[in-house]
T-cell receptor
Framework: EDQVTQSPEALRLQEGESSSLNCSYTVSGLRGLFWYRQDPGKGPEFLFTLYSAGEEKEKERLKATLTKKESFLHITAPKPEDSATYLC???????????FGAGTTVTVRA | KAGVTQTPRYLIKTRGQQVTLSCSPISGHRSVSWYQQTPGQGLQFLFE???????NKGNFPGRFSGRQFSNSRSEMNVSTLELGDSALYLC???????????FGPGTRLTVL
């Protein structure tokens, strides 16, 4: 069965203090690894898809990377508006269902 | 382009009742998936529909069912509600040939 573990559970950062979130996964055949952002009371918002080890994607202050066993979401010089829960999910061949980790809740203080 | 819409946004039901939730996917998307989100279990896959056919199903009891219409809109039904069914129910749609799923705002179901 696909397993996704995210760490840490919670992260408190000062504005401008860069950090990384970890997502380790076990899947029989990876179709893709996805990062989402979720604000309280809202649905997850798509951020990135990564397909193969060594791949990197960037969007504003966020950068996602992928190895054969884990993915990292780097937050560079975060702002208070980056506060959210970040979810990692995997999709295993041949399915399209997403298996999610429990998420990392990031709080950025001004 | 309009996003995924879900109705209603909030529902309060009592144990033993049944409920129907609705999802309209992004225009042109034919795949619709449903997920349940709770504080204890996180996001869990319920089922996926594509072209009116259930393509995949998660590990939920038969009380949870769904269907998809010819216009790709989808409904999910939960019968004989239990307190543990209280959750945020999320719908996501996907374009054919793509892998990314785009989520709606969810329906918050409270079972009393």
């Amino acid at each position: 069965e696909d397993q996704v573990t995210q760490s840490p559970e919670a992260l408190r950062l000062q504005e401008g203090e860069s950090s990384s979130l970890n997502c380790s996964y076990t899947v029989s055949g990876l179709r893709g690894l996805f990062w989402y952002r979720q604000d309280p009371g809202k649905g997850p918002e798509f951020l990135f898809t990564l397909y193969s080890a060594g791949e990197e994607k960037e969007k504003e202050r966020l950068k996602a990377t992928l190895t054969k066993k884990e993915s990292f979401l780097h937050i560079t010089a975060p702002k208070p508006e980056d506060s959210a829960t970040y979810l990692c999910a995997v999709q295993a061949i041949p399915d399209y269902k997403l298996s999610f980790g429990a998420g990392t809740t990031v709080t950025v203080r001004a | 382009k309009a996003g995924v819409t879900q109705t209603p946004r909030y529902l309060i039901k009592t144990r033993g009742q049944q409920v129907t939730l609705s999802c309209s996917p992004i225009s042109g998307h034919r795949s619709v998936s449903w997920y349940q989100q709770t504080p204890g279990q996180g996001l869990q896959f319920l089922f996926e529909y594509f072209s009116e056919t259930q393509r995949n199903k998660g590990n939920f009891p038969g009380r949870f069912s769904g269907r998809q219409f010819s216009n790709s809109r989808s409904e999910m039904n939960v019968s004989t509600l239990e307190l543990g069914d209280s959750a945020l129910y999320l719908c996501a749609s996907k374009a054919q040939g793509a892998h990314e799923q785009f989520f709606g705002p969810g329906t918050r179901l409270t079972v009393l």
